[in-house]
């Protein structure tokens, strides 16, 4: 009878030891976990080795996205060769350019390109001078943006010329059938202001990779570890070669740095040199590098956030970071609208005839939605950056920043265009307003195609976060965690 009262499960005492035994491994698996972790973040080389394989992952293996994206910014450049070959056999009629407006699309899209080049190596440069703790997470990305930008600037002085073939001839040489170029021109200041700013920036982009490259030559095998060991330079991280390489890049960026000033002046006194309502302005200068260092901000951002999550790199470029580039948008922002009222101001306080003429075409003339809709692109938008929810928020920092590169190509087509449609000849007037044509949208679809393109592949064969800053990084961290630890001692 007793037996048959006894139940078959344990007692209620087994399953409160059981139960206490298991919290009691729970516990002591999530101390373990606790103190792996704190020897993981006290041992930099952990730290090292997980930074190298973030970035070098993408040089083996793309995600099948970036497979996707190459073959979309191919068939960018199709439409764009397309384009320019039809133009080269039909002739630039088919463009939207007819006397007086002789300068367009094609320039716009140079001096936009152009902008964009001239703020990648000066925002890395500038950075590093001032040694701001985020530049390490967007340095090597606004340096490669600098060579492609300005490698696709070169191409529409050619498709400008409409006959490519002649190219040499507008170029400063000495030449046997005594045809000169006309040295007093502004456009010469181009050729030697745009091929130095180029010479400079691909060897301050190569310094900075040559620890990196090394990195890449060691850990790859097969032909690729061949050219990244020729172009690595036999770079084998001793202390001299640290010792010279911090010197040499220091040098570099403080040429670098002065270097767009000098260099995005000489590409707004193509304009400001010349005698035409609208151009002929002293503020051009400052205007147009704070324009091109606006763009610039605004075009790291939108490339920055589609890369952190296709390359997986969300631990490095965090919102607190964009965060911090957000609000250089916001500074450089505020001193474009100033610019903006400044012009304006000087326009009605020189009280010229012409020069009125000029502004009231374009706010109420034919261009006044494009120049109502870059003001507001330009100066209203970015005041979203005041709060920080915008500025850490993905969505609205990625459409703020195509806004304004958006709205910057629009400031840079009035500027090209309205002056020369309302000339100091009321007879030469453009009466009507400019229409695009098929042909200037095909190349200028392709020229953005090329430039995609081109940093599809950087992504794909080169780091694109700089280890070395990024180690550098991690012990500046450690040893302030340590002289923190030892103050409360």
């Known amino acids: ?58 040089i083996g293996s793309p995600s099948i996205w970036w497979y996707v994206s190459l073959v979309l910014t191919l068939w960018m450049i199709i439409v764009g060769a397309i ?95 005594w045809i000169w170029p006309n040295f007093r021109s502004p456009l010469i200041l181009d050729v030697f202001a745009v091929g130095t700013y180029l010479t400079v920036s691909i060897l301050f982009f190569w310094l900075g990779l040559l620890p990196d490259l090394a990195v890449c030559r060691d850990r790859l095998r097969g032909w690729r570890r061949n050219i990244y060991g020729w172009f690595s330079m036999g770079w084998d991280g001793t202390h001299r070669q640290w010792k010279n390489y911090e010197m040499a890049y220091a040098i570099m960026a403080c040429l670098a740095a002065p270097l767009v000033l000098s260099v995005h002046s000489c590409v707004s006194w193509d304009f400001a040199l010349g005698l035409v309502p609208g151009w002929h302005s002293t503020m051009f200068a400052p205007y147009f590098v704070d324009g091109a260092i606006f763009q610039g901000l605004a075009t790291v951002i939108v490339i920055a956030i589609p890369m952190r999550k296709l390359l997986h790199l969300e631990e490095y470029i965090t919102p607190q970071r964009l965060d911090q580039l957000a609000k250089l948008v916001l500074l450089t922002g505020l001193a474009l609208t100033w610019s903006y009222c400044s012009e304006f101001f000087m326009t009605w306080y020189k009280h010229d005839p012409s020069e009125l003429v000029n502004l009231a075409h374009k706010m109420w003339g034919a261009p006044a939605i494009l120049f109502w809709m870059y003001n507001f692109f330009n100066c209203i938008v970015p005041l979203a950056f005041c709060w920080k929810w915008a500025r850490r928020n993905l969505w609205s920092l990625w459409i703020v920043g195509f806004l304004i590169i958006v709205g910057m190509w629009m400031e840079r087509f009035i500027i090209v265009s309205v002056s020369l449609s309302r000339d100091y000849d009321p007879y030469s007037w453009f009466r009507g307003g400019y229409h695009f044509s098929a042909v200037e949208m095909g190349i200028t679809v392709g020229s953005v195609g090329w430039f995609c393109f081109w940093m599809l592949l950087f992504c794909k064969f080169l780091p694109v976060l700089p280890m070395s800053d990024l180690k550098r990084d991690v012990l500046k961290n450690l040893r302030d965690r340590d002289a923190k630890k030892a103050a409360r001692l």
């Open 83 to 177: 384009s320019w070959g039809y133009q080269i056999y039909r002739g630039m009629g088919v463009t939207g350019m007819q006397h007086p407006m002789m300068w367009a699309v094609y320039i716009t899209n140079f001096v936009w390109w152009i902008a964009l080049a001239h703020s990648g190596t000066f925002i890395s440069a500038i950075l590093y001078l001032f040694r701001a703790p985020f530049r390490a997470t967007f340095s090597r990305l606004s340096e490669a943006m600098t060579c492609v930008a300005v490698i696709t600037a070169a191409l529409f002085p050619m498709i400008h010329l409409g006959r490519t073939w002649r190219l040499y001839w507008v170029l400063p040489y000495p030449s046997e059938r």
């Open 1 to 58: 009878m007793s037996e048959s009262i006894l139940p078959d499960s344990p007692s209620s005492s087994d399953e409160i030891a059981a139960a206490m035994s298991r919290i009691v491994e729970e516990q002591a698996e999530k101390i373990d976990e606790e103190h792996a972790e704190l020897k993981r973040d006290e041992d930099p080389r952990v730290k090292f080795r997980e930074i190298t394989e973030a970035v070098i992952r993408p």
